[in-house]
């Protein structure tokens, strides 16, 4: 059937890509309409992005910089997601693993660089791990479902840096800070870009989540980690430790989120700022799942919400519409890459019925095959 | 209008010229078959001939690509099964379909009730009265108000026929009815279906279990690769006849193994001991508990000889999962013994027991064996991710995985169009050989292989039937654990039965007949005949036992 | 004694959003859909009835906006859901992160500030509502000073618990969201139960909202759910998706959230951020407690 030779040929055609492209593509045209319901055209809109993200050497290198926390924090969702794991708490986590690096450093002072620089990275990854555990514990204990501990865990970790930032830790202004961290603590500017340059943190993110993504894809311990995620009675039948990879990629998780605001502290502000976050934690998730949890295309991700996050007081002063919009701007993005890559059913459909290369179909949808999303086992079984 | 031959009795269903296709697979081909009022009419034929599909489009699951039906004589279109329901049609499906924390009055009132009417406050009364007066007519020992998740299989498939008798369904489609039930439910479901064409009722019925078949059936109708090869009066032919007719096509293939298999004989067998006698596999005193997943072990005790097929048998939810669970490591034994090779195993994580030599086969490959979104190369590797070809110092060697993957599918006469396609997207008889594939490649020491040859073909599980056989010879000992027992008859050295978390007895092949096995199935002793607190073994139709009764018998069972 | 009446009251004022909301999403996962949308739910409400409220001047037409709103985010998650088969749990969160953005896009668009919004009509509190039937003296005066919303809120949650329990519509529903390919063979038109379901839970949240921007005060302030759409989800859990349950959670909340509110004052000496977080940590100890594991409806998150 030369219909469906063709179907099938574009469904691998777009399996390159971890999200659907027609859904994307449908994302980015409700993305135009809403700007022209805002009164704006959509290459004014594209324009302003791109000049507020990258229109100067300043604008240039805080976008940059602004990669890595983002990377981070997707990394941490996506890393958690292949163990079939949701973080929502990596704000919270990277909050407080900022603090506890400022803090640390501060504390620790005299030590020297090339020892300080590297524990006080360290211990802002060990806290943000640490504030992840208790949500993948109550899940295996109590069945809990983790995006609900982390999301409370979000509020009390935002609610305790605040205090401690406005108390004991801080600098004693009300504006909200530490003090400046000690000299061995600063990550060096690699590249004098524009007035503040960029370090080399974002280049180290980039590394660690190339690296993650060879590990997982293509060592043993990284299949066992995301059999873990995509079949766990079957992995545990076939003897994977799936409850011990759960809570190592869900600690994992936390410790990139961690990873992500020791360098902003040691990197970027060279303090701890109540407010340094604009919601870099809640970002990541929509980093991950923009690309599906795949960490080899983070990169882009990344990239996106960076330009979006750095233009949008740009946005304010050019076209006058609110920062907020680029919230809005991701939020369809995301809705568009939800949608799982079935698109190609619904042109299908209109060629011939029942028609679809897999078995097991209802009236053109795969019933089958969306059960297998999470099955219980012990089902009773004849014959299919 | 096709005319049909014999006593003139108008069709009530006609199926004309009807095609239905998944993608380049053609499920149904040009089937034209009318079915008479008030008849039991039996559609046979092997997994994969098209039997459910074919209800299905009958039903309104599916539309068909071509042809159309005809209902007393006019066209029909479902498209959906609420309109074969109006139309009177009801389904019991092969895979219940019940809602599991609903109770047994909720599940059958759910959707449309009698004459779309609703089945609010008022109703309910209504209804439940309708309800006890079917269960008393029909015989069905059900308690209305138990979450349908703690019922067992068989009360389960009462609340489907519950449903589709209370909607006054004057057509009644069985899909597979008798595969999970114990011999005495089989017969009690065949007496229904004859009570149900007193009443008026015309039943269709697959099957592919001859035996029932010809007990009840008046015409049957053989489907083999999706084609109609013809419909018979029951009286006028027979078994023999309708099995050579399902499986002749492979005649030249070796079809005389084929039709022994088919009729549950096997090759003549004899244990091939290459040790000491002493056991491979001893289970002593064993006790698991109730849970969720169905009865537990009650001082459970077993041995299985090295080079030994042990076969076991049992209802569905009397433990025989849970003993499966325990052997392969999924379940913790909370008293007793597990000695393999001398070794006890009870505290041994699974990835222990494999390096030993001790496979599973679980009962639902789907969501207990493999990983349905990954490719089929990944879930071949699953469980030797570790092994030193595959991998060295953790980085996966593909091309080698690619390589050896690609030969046991070969081997396995696995069906699919690339390494690299989602597994979910095999069809469930490939998917079945794939598992197989992966849990006797090694070879094993020992196999636990549940329910081995489920959504296999007949030739399939010929040769499935063979390799087992043939790795035995080579000193592969099985332990089996089937519902199936022409499975269990086919190629064990023994055959026990788990009645109740407890072995009911063990036989030798030779001396185990079905109707011994169906006894321990049910839990009825030998020599005193029946005991008195076993309910549903001699069930009164009149008078059917109270609800709390049965619930204390059959808590947990059927999960 | 007065104290103590103040107290349950505040209680009931603080739980009766959280009843709204909790109750909205539970018709959504009773049903089977996933639903961790409810805080976008609410924020949306909110907005929608302050200017609602501001664009009419009727408070009661700002109810209205707000439920309105509500359903509009239950249509659209019920959609992409359900007929685009997008995992919920991320179409949930994408939903939050819209209401966020388009909350405060709007507020800048339209009212052309930041943070919050300028003071509209408020809905009337229970005295003026019944002011010919209520004694205005004494204690009554406490009661009285309740948003007329807080009983409606109760009302609603009854009909929700009465629809499933003994309504056909309702054991549909549930069977939806038991087994949908069931349901199907059954008769059950799931996406359409589903969709109205999910629908309603979005107006009952919206509603939720509305209590929070013209109910209690009178203005619209970014963000202002802080939270409570996650402590609804909260509830539903630790009900067990059981009405009874998920009502008797939501007043638990109502009254931690009442406490302290009221110990911030008495004790204020202790940092202001220990009662800020307090409400939160309650719920995480008291779902850590639980005994057993919970069970939520059997197709829940599948399609």
Redesign the interface.
């Known amino acids: 059937?030369p219909g469906?030779t063709r179907a099938s040929k574009m469904g691998k055609a777009l399996k390159l890509f971890p999200v659907s492209l027609p859904?994307l593509g449908v994302g980015i045209v409700c993305c135009m309409v809403l700007a022209l319901l805002?009164g704006v055209s959509p290459f004014a809109l594209f324009d302003a992005i791109r000049e507020g993200a990258w229109g100067g050497k300043d604008a240039a290198a805080a976008t940059a910089s602004k990669i890595t926390p983002l990377l981070l924090n997707g990394l941490g969702v996506a890393m958690a997601y292949q163990a079939d794991l949701?973080n929502?708490g990596c704000e919270g986590q990277m909050r407080l693993g900022a603090l506890a690096a400022a803090t640390f450093a501060i504390f620790a002072g005299g030590l020297p660089w090339g020892v300080l620089l590297p524990l006080t990275v360290l211990v802002g990854a060990l806290v943000g791990a640490l504030w992840a555990f208790?949500a993948v514990w109550?899940k295996q204990r109590?069945?809990?479902?983790e995006?609900?501990?982390t999301?409370?865990?979000n509020?009390?970790a935002i609610?305790?840096a605040?205090?401690l930032v406005l108390?004991p830790l801080g600098d004693g202004t009300v504006v909200g800070r530490t003090v400046e961290i000690p000299s061995g603590a600063i990550w060096p500017v690699f590249w004098h870009f524009g007035r503040t340059g960029i370090t080399a943190a974002p280049v180290v993110a980039l590394l660690l989540c190339f690296l993650a993504g060879i590990w997982l894809m293509?060592?043993?311990?990284g299949?066992?980690a995301?059999?873990a995620g995509?079949?766990a009675?079957?992995?545990?039948?076939?003897?994977?430790?799936v409850d011990r990879w759960q809570r190592r990629m869900f600690i994992l998780s936390g410790a990139m989120a961690g990873l992500a605001g020791a360098l902003e502290t040691v990197a970027v502000h060279h303090r701890f700022y109540r407010a340094f976050s604009p919601g870099y934690g809640?970002d990541g998730?929509?980093a991950a799942?923009l690309v599906n949890a795949d960490p080899g295309w983070l990169w882009l991700s990344s990239l996106l919400l960076a330009s979006l996050r750095s233009a949008d007081k740009w946005l304010q002063l050019s076209l006058g519409?609110?920062?907020?919009?680029?919230?809005?701007?991701?939020?369809?993005l995301?809705?568009a890459a939800?949608?799982?890559p079935?698109f190609r059913f619904l042109f299908a459909r209109a060629f011939?019925?029942?028609?679809?290369?897999?078995?097991?179909?209802?009236?053109g949808e795969n019933?089958a095959?969306?059960?297998?999303?999470?099955?219980?086992?012990?089902?009773?079984?004849?014959?299919? | 209008m096709h005319l049909p031959a014999g006593n003139g009795t108008f069709p009530i269903i006609a199926f004309r010229g009807v095609s239905?296709?998944?993608?380049?697979?053609w499920a149904n081909r040009d089937i034209s078959l009318d079915i008479r009022e008030g008849e039991i009419h039996a559609v046979v034929g092997e997994?994969g001939a098209g039997k459910t599909t074919l209800m299905?489009v009958l039903y309104g699951?599916?539309?068909p690509?071509s042809g159309e039906i005809l209902l007393k004589g006019g066209r029909v279109v479902f498209h959906?099964p609420r309109d074969a329901m109006r139309a009177g049609i009801g389904m019991v499906h092969?895979?219940?379909l019940i809602f599991p924390q609903l109770t047994a009055l909720e599940n059958v009132l759910a959707g449309f009730g009698r004459r779309d009417g609703r089945s609010g406050i008022r109703q309910r009364g209504q209804a439940r009265e309708e309800l006890l007066r079917i269960c008393r007519l029909f015989g069905f020992d059900l308690p209305l108000d138990v979450p349908a998740e703690g019922l067992s299989?068989a009360r389960r498939q009462q609340i489907e026929l519950l449903r589709i008798l209370y909607r006054r369904s004057k057509i009644l489609i069985l899909d597979?009815p008798t595969?999970?039930l114990s011999p005495l439910e089989v017969e009690r479901l065949l007496d229904l279906l004859i009570s149900l064409r007193k009443e008026g009722h015309t039943i269709l019925f697959i099957s592919?279990r001859l035996a029932e078949v010809f007990a009840v059936a008046d015409r049957i109708s053989v489907l083999r690769r999706g084609r109609l090869l013809g419909t018979f009066a029951a009286r006028e032919s027979t078994a023999k006849e309708i099995a050579r007719l399902i499986t002749s096509e492979e005649q030249a293939a070796g079809g005389a193994a084929l039709e022994k298999a088919n009729e549950g004989e096997g090759e003549r067998l004899e244990p091939v001991l290459l040790s000491l006698p002493s056991p491979l596999l001893e289970l002593r005193r064993i006790t698991v508990a109730d849970s969720e997943?169905?009865t537990g072990l009650k001082d459970f005790s077993l041995s299985i000889r090295e080079g030994e097929i042990l076969g076991i048998g049992a209802v569905?939810g009397n433990g025989e999962?849970v003993l499966a669970q325990i052997v392969?490591g999924?379940l913790p034994v909370e008293r007793g013994e597990i000695m393999f090779d001398g070794r006890s195993i009870a505290r041994m994580?699974?990835?222990?027991?494999?390096k030993l030599g001790l496979r599973?086969l679980?009962?639902?490959p789907?969501?207990?064996?493999?990983?349905?979104?990954?490719p089929v190369w990944?879930n071949l590797?699953?469980?030797r991710?570790?092994e030193k070809p595959?991998?060295s110092l953790?980085?996966?060697n593909?091309p080698r995985v690619l390589e050896w993957a690609g030969e046991q599918l070969k081997d396995a006469e696995v069906v699919c169009?690339g390494l690299t396609d989602p597994v979910?997207?095999?069809?469930?008889?490939n998917q079945q050989k794939l598992v197989l594939a992966r849990v006797l490649a090694g070879p094993p020491r020992m196999a636990v292989l549940e329910?081995p040859g489920?959504?296999l073909d007949i030739r399939a599980q010929a040769r499935l039937r063979q390799r087992i056989l043939a790795m035995n010879e080579k000193g592969v000992s099985f332990l089996i654990i089937s519902y199936d027992l022409d499975e269990l008859l086919a190629v064990s050295h023994r055959i026990g039965i788990v009645y109740r978390g407890a072995l009911a007895g063990v036989a030798e092949r030779s001396e185990a007949t079905r109707e011994t096995l169906g006894r321990w199935m049910l839990g009825i002793a030998d020599e005193t005949g029946k005991r008195p607190d076993q309910p549903g073994a001699d069930a009164d139709r009149e008078n059917p036992p109270s609800p709390e009764h049965l619930a204390g018998g059959e808590g947990a069972a059927?999960? | 004694m007065t104290p103590w009446l103040h107290l349950v009251v505040l209680a009931f004022s603080k739980a009766a959003p959280l009843l709204l909301a909790s109750f909205g999403g539970l018709l959504s996962e009773v049903g089977g859909v996933i639903n961790?949308s409810l805080e976008g739910m609410m924020l949306i409400g909110a907005f929608g009835a302050m200017w609602a409220s501001f664009a009419s001047g009727s408070p009661w037409v700002g109810l209205l906006g707000g439920a309105l709103g509500g359903a509009i985010v239950g249509m659209?998650h019920a959609t992409?859901s359900l007929k685009?088969?997008?995992?919920q749990?991320?179409?949930s969160?994408?939903?939050n992160?819209?209401a966020?953005?388009?909350?405060?896009?709007l507020?800048?668009?339209v009212f052309g500030i930041?943070g919050t919004s300028p003071a509209v009509p408020r809905l009337p509190g229970l005295a003026e509502a019944l002011s010919s039937i209520l004694p205005r003296a004494g204690a009554w005066s406490t009661v009285a000073g309740l948003p007329v919303l807080a009983p409606i809120a109760l009302l609603l949650a009854l009909c929700v618990t009465g629809f499933l329990r003994w309504t056909s519509s309702g054991l549909n529903l549930r069977a939806c969201g038991e087994n949908s390919?069931a349901a199907s063979a059954a008769g059950i038109p799931v996406f359409r139960t589903r969709f109205l379901a999910v629908t309603a839970g979005g107006l009952l949240a919206g509603m939720g909202g509305a209590y929070l921007s013209i109910g209690v005060l009178s203005q619209f302030v970014e963000q202002m759910t802080q939270?409570r759409g996650?402590l609804a989800?909260?509830a539903l859990?630790l009900g067990r998706w059981r009405p009874s349950g998920v009502f008797a959670a939501a007043l638990f909340f109502g009254v931690t959230e009442a406490l302290s509110e009221w110990l911030a004052v008495r004790w204020s000496n202790l940092?202001q951020?220990?009662f800020?977080?307090l409400p939160?940590?309650v719920?995480?100890i008291v779902?850590?407690c639980?005994v057993g594991?919970?069970k939520p409806p059997?197709s829940l998150?599948?399609?």
């Not at chain 1, 095959?369 to 299919?384: I, V």
């Not at chain 2, 239905?20 to 697979?25: E, I, L, N, V």
């Not at chain 2, 994580?349 to 494999?354: D, E, M, P, T, Y």
């Not at chain 2, 789907?366 to 990954?374: H, T």
């Open positions: 059937m469906l859904a805002a949701l929502i208790p109550l109590r069945g809990i479902h995006v609900i501990s999301l409370l865990m509020y009390v609610y305790l605040d205090y108390g293509r060592t043993s311990w299949f066992e995301r059999a995509s079949g009675a079957a992995a545990r039948a076939a003897g994977v430790p809640f998730i929509t799942f519409i609110s920062p907020a919009v680029v919230l809005v701007i991701q939020a369809v995301l809705l939800a949608c799982r079935d011939f019925k029942n028609a679809l290369p897999e078995d097991g179909k209802e009236n019933v095959k969306a059960r297998l999303a999470t099955l219980p086992p012990d089902r009773e079984g004849g014959s299919p | 239905a296709r998944f993608g380049p697979h997994n299905k699951h599916l539309r690509d959906s092969q895979q219940l299989f597979e595969s999970l592919h997943r169905g569905v999962r392969a999924m994580s699974v990835s222990a027991r494999l599973w679980p009962a639902n789907i969501e207990e064996a493999l990983l349905p979104s990954r990944e590797l699953l469980g991710q570790r595959f991998q953790g980085w996966i593909v169009s979910g997207s095999l069809s469930g008889g329910q489920r959504g059927g999960k | 961790f659209i992409v685009l088969k997008a995992n749990i991320v179409s969160f994408a939903m992160l819209m966020a953005g388009i909350t405060g896009t507020l800048n668009q930041h390919l939270g996650y989800i909260a859990i940092p951020q220990a800020l977080a939160y940590v719920c995480f779902l850590a639980q594991r919970t059997s998150g599948r399609i």
